[in-house]
């Protein structure tokens, strides 16, 4: 993989991450309720699940999703339920902005919590897994390694999708003091909510020839 290559596959890595995507609701909905830093482990839940997809992917496995409408169905349908159910326990959260436990502490989900959730919303996409499946084997030479090249290529992607993450938690938790309010907490938890949801329904008519 020569360094021409590399740079094309970053700015491949880029439009990739910023385009609009489960994984960017959730940050900006996590930035927002619970701030910048609690929204990090959010992130990286997402990244270990693309770290999932993007072996899946380099193993070949994600082959069998295109060549099989069972195994695409059901994995599929996972990632739209999976979405569905976010979406529905976001907009049904109580608005009662900023909520604190008896230590003072805010009531927020459990570190691992979030974690899990960032890594089960990029774990269970079907379209994520596909697309790289389509994209990955165009930025790999043959007359090299294939390993160190899927190293390679996979640092960077999970570098790339970090940073903007953290990028939509931050432009999210700056937003918080807009959002103090009963009512503007309300807003915010059915908007995403219903974002997410519009997303898991969208999921169920992606076709497998159409899925990048």
Same mark, same amino acid.
Request: proline share 3%.
């Given at each position: 993989?020569?360094?021409?290559?590399?740079?094309?596959?970053?700015?491949?890595?880029?439009?990739?991450?910023?385009?609009?995507? *489960?994984?960017? !609701? $959730?940050?900006?909905?996590? +930035? #927002?309720?619970?701030? &910048?830093?609690? %929204? *990090?482990a959010t !992130? $990286?839940?997402?990244?270990? +699940? #693309?770290?999932?997809? &993007?072996?899946? %992917?380099?193993?070949? !496995?994600?082959?069998?999703?295109?060549?099989?409408?069972?195994?695409?169905?059901?994995?599929?349908?996972?990632?739209?339920?999976?979405?569905?159910?976010?979406?529905?326990?976001?907009?049904?959260?109580?608005?009662?902005?900023?909520?604190?436990?008896?230590?003072?502490?805010?009531?927020?989900?459990s570190f691992?919590?979030?974690?899990?959730?960032?890594?089960?919303?990029?774990?269970?996409?079907?379209?994520?897994?596909?697309?790289?499946?389509?994209?990955?084997?165009?930025?790999?030479?043959?007359?090299?390694?294939?390993?160190?090249?899927?190293?390679?290529?996979?640092?960077?992607?999970?570098?790339?999708?970090?940073?903007?993450?953290?990028?939509?938690?931050?432009?999210?938790?700056?937003?918080?003091?807009?959002?103090?309010?009963?009512?503007?907490?309300k807003i915010?938890?059915?908007?995403?909510?219903?974002?997410?949801?519009?997303?898991?329904?969208?999921?169920?008519?992606?076709?497998?020839?159409?899925?990048?």
């Amino acid at each position: 993989m020569t360094f021409a290559t590399w740079i094309g596959f970053v700015i491949a890595g880029i439009l990739i991450a910023i385009s609009p995507g *489960s994984g960017a !609701v $959730l940050s900006m909905s996590h +930035g #927002l309720a619970y701030g &910048l830093k609690k %929204a *990090s482990a959010t !992130v $990286l839940g997402l990244q270990l +699940g #693309l770290i999932l997809v &993007l072996v899946i %992917a380099g193993a070949g !496995v994600g082959s069998l999703l295109m060549a099989s409408e069972l195994a695409f169905t059901v994995v599929k349908t996972i990632g739209a339920l999976y979405l569905i159910w976010l979406g529905i326990g976001q907009w049904r959260a109580k608005a009662e902005g900023p909520s604190v436990s008896t230590s003072g502490m805010a009531a927020h989900p459990s570190f691992g919590r979030r974690v899990m959730t960032g890594f089960l919303t990029n774990a269970t996409n079907p379209k994520g897994i596909i697309f790289m499946v389509a994209v990955l084997p165009q930025f790999i030479s043959k007359d090299a390694p294939v390993l160190p090249q899927l190293a390679i290529l996979g640092a960077t992607m999970v570098t790339i999708d970090t940073t903007v993450m953290h990028g939509y938690a931050f432009l999210a938790s700056s937003m918080q003091r807009w959002f103090r309010d009963v009512r503007a907490v309300k807003i915010q938890n059915r908007f995403f909510g219903a974002v997410l949801m519009v997303m898991g329904s969208l999921l169920f008519f992606v076709k497998r020839g159409h899925a990048a």
